[in-house]
């Protein structure tokens, strides 16, 4: 099989042009074939603000009523997408950029209305009814694998934001995270996949505070021992999970490091290594 790397980069550096550029030219510098998922930054937070629609969150999580679906499709689908679109040209590499709704490649359905089971201080009570708005969920149909090879065959780098449909003309927001997972997990089929996940830190650290304390690789059956010392805590729990999740499924590695690195990733030296 040939080998295909999925990278997804986050806003801490989309909201930076300096090192939104240094990553793109790492990128195009990937040998082999690639996908890029991108998520939104505060650009669509800041924009919202300027019309007047408030960001809305309930533990942690947006909700996307209809003013904000349309904020967010206008900067994740337009601006930012075809802004890495075009400086991903300028380097030499041929990108496309895509939302789910574009070949049909990333079909989501509608996150369920939940009610809460749990309360905490200053925030919402057991018992309340929490609709997320026009959230999309995925699931191992979403992601249209032969159209994505297709692109990928024709020698193109397609290029996808965090906005889906269900097919019935509903634009979807959804997680960046979960739809690079998901399409590797597709991928995984017809190639080698890796999946890498960029992000602020050098990857998972015994101290969170010391970036010379990388954990260079993690095994499927070290995740727990490590979740139990602490090593592994708060928001890299559900990271970690997903990466095991994604190599059970097919992936062959998941990555976890810095975006101003990512030119180490043929190397030893880029971050952590999930592995089966």
């Known amino acids: ?13 989309i909201d930076n042009s300096e090192k939104l550029h240094h990553f793109l030219l790492d990128f195009t510098a990937l040998p082999g ?40 499709t206008m900067v994740y689908a337009g601006l930012i997408n075809k802004n890495m679109v075009a400086q991903l040209q300028a380097k030499g590499s041929n990108a496309i950029g895509l939302s789910g709704a574009d070949g049909n490649v990333i079909k989501a359905k509608k996150r369920p209305v939940v009610t809460k089971t749990y309360g905490k201080e200053g925030g919402p009570q057991a018992g309340t009814v929490i609709d997320y708005g ?10 249209s694998a ?20 269900d097919g019935e003309g509903q634009l979807f927001n959804t997680n960046a995270d979960t739809i ?3 399409i590797a997990v597709a991928m995984s089929t017809l190639y080698e996949t890796r999946l890498v996940y960029c992000f602020e830190k050098k990857g998972v650290l015994k101290d969170v ?18 979740q139990a010392d602490g ?9 970690l999970h997903n990466a095991f999740e994604a190599i059970n499924q097919g992936v062959s590695a998941v990555y976890i490091g810095k975006a101003d690195e990512l030119a180490e990733l043929a190397s030893s030296t880029f971050g952590t290594k999930m592995l089966k």
């Open 33 to 72: 074939k690639k996908i890029l998922v991108h998520g939104g930054g505060k650009i669509a937070t800041e924009l919202g603000e300027t019309l007047g629609i408030e960001a809305k969150m309930v533990d942690g999580r947006r909700i996307t009523d209809i003013e904000t679906l349309r904020v967010v």
């Open 134 to 143: 026009f959230v999309g969920d995925l699931d191992e149909k979403s992601v």
């Open 209 to 226: 505070n010391d970036d010379a304390t990388v954990v260079r690789e993690i095994k499927a059956n070290e995740f727990e021992a490590l």
């Open 231 to 239: 090593t592994v805590a708060g928001g890299m729990i559900p990271k």
């Open 180 to 182: 690079a997972s998901a």
């Open 1 to 13: 099989m040939d080998q295909l790397t999925i990278i997804k980069i986050g806003g801490n550096v």
């Open 146 to 165: 032969i159209t994505l090879d297709s692109l990928l065959k024709a020698d193109l780098v397609p290029v996808l934001c965090a906005i889906t449909h």
